[in-house]
C-alpha cells in the first residue's frame, strides 16, 4: 500500500467512524475528490479550489466549465463536485413531501440555512405557515442585485391568504457574508409587519441569511410583542 493509499484509507476509516463533523472544508473536499481521481494525493487540489472560489460552498455551488479551470479537475471530479447540490436540493425536496414545523428559532434558522445553501444572488423568501407553525408553502418573492432586494408587499399578502396562512416568515440572504441587517432591512420588515398586521396574519419573523449563519430580527428585538 502507497503513502497515499494509507492515507486515504485512515481517512475513509474516520468518515466511518465519525461523519463529516470530524473534517474540516479542505478534508471534506479532499475526501470527496478520492472519488473522482484515483491513486492521487487530493490536498493540494482541494487547496487550489477552495483558494479560487474562497470557500466550500462556493465551490460547490460552481459550474463545471469554472471548476474545470482549476488545474487538476477534470470531467469526473467537475461532475463529481456540481452534483452534490442538486442531489442535497432532490433530497430536501422529497424531505418536504412531509410536514416541515417551524416552530422555534433553531428549526427556522435550519430551514432557511439549508434553502440558500450556494445562492450568490440576493433573494427574498415567504414561508406561509398554518396556526400550528406546520409550512404550508414557500414562494419566492424577489431577487435582484446582490446589494438589494425589492419588498413586494401586494405579493406576500396575496400569497398569505392564497393558502390560507396563518403566520407568515420572510427571509432573504446577504451574499456579501454579513447577515446584519441594514436600516432598509428594518423598516421594510416593519412595512410588511403592518401590512400583515392589517389582515390578521402573524409576521413571525424576518431572517436574514449569510455565511453559514442567520440573524433573527424577532430575536433582535424589531417586532412588535405578539
Not at 479542505?26 to 479560487?52: G, N, W
Not at 428549526?107 to 444572488?121: C, K, S, T, V, W
Not at 413586494?152 to 396575496?158: G, H
Request: with cysteine.
Amino acid at each position: 500500500m502507497s503513502e497515499h493509499d494509507g492515507h486515504r484509507a485512515r481517512k475513509k476509516k474516520l468518515f466511518r467512524e465519525q461523519g463529516l463533523d470530524a473534517f474540516s472544508d479542505l478534508e471534506a473536499l479532499e475526501l470527496l475528490l478520492y472519488f473522482a481521481v484515483p491513486r492521487v494525493d487530493t490536498t493540494p487540489l482541494a487547496r487550489r479550489l477552495l483558494k479560487r472560489f474562497g470557500s466550500l460552498d462556493l465551490v460547490l455551488a460552481a459550474s463545471q466549465a469554472e471548476l474545470m479551470k482549476t488545474s487538476g479537475v477534470g470531467q469526473n471530479a467537475a461532475a463529481l463536485i456540481h452534483l452534490v447540490l442538486p442531489l442535497a436540493r432532490r433530497a430536501r425536496a422529497a424531505a418536504d413531501a412531509r410536514p416541515v414545523i417551524l416552530n422555534s428559532a433553531e428549526a427556522i434558522g435550519d430551514y432557511f440555512l439549508e434553502l440558500f445553501l450556494g445562492m450568490r444572488q440576493e433573494r427574498l423568501y415567504q414561508a406561509c405557515l398554518d396556526a400550528k407553525g406546520k409550512l404550508l408553502r414557500c414562494d419566492l418573492v424577489s431577487e435582484g442585485a446582490i446589494d438589494a432586494v425589492t419588498l413586494d408587499l401586494r405579493r406576500i399578502v396575496a400569497s398569505a391568504f392564497q393558502c390560507n396562512a396563518s403566520a407568515v416568515i420572510l427571509a432573504h440572504n446577504h451574499p456579501s457574508g454579513v447577515a446584519l441587517p441594514s436600516s432598509d432591512d428594518n423598516q421594510a420588515t416593519l412595512t410588511a409587519w403592518d401590512a400583515l398586521h392589517r389582515i390578521g396574519i402573524r409576521l413571525v419573523d424576518h431572517i436574514i441569511v449569510a455565511d453559514g449563519d442567520f440573524v433573527s430580527l424577532r430575536d433582535n428585538g424589531l417586532l412588535p410583542p405578539d
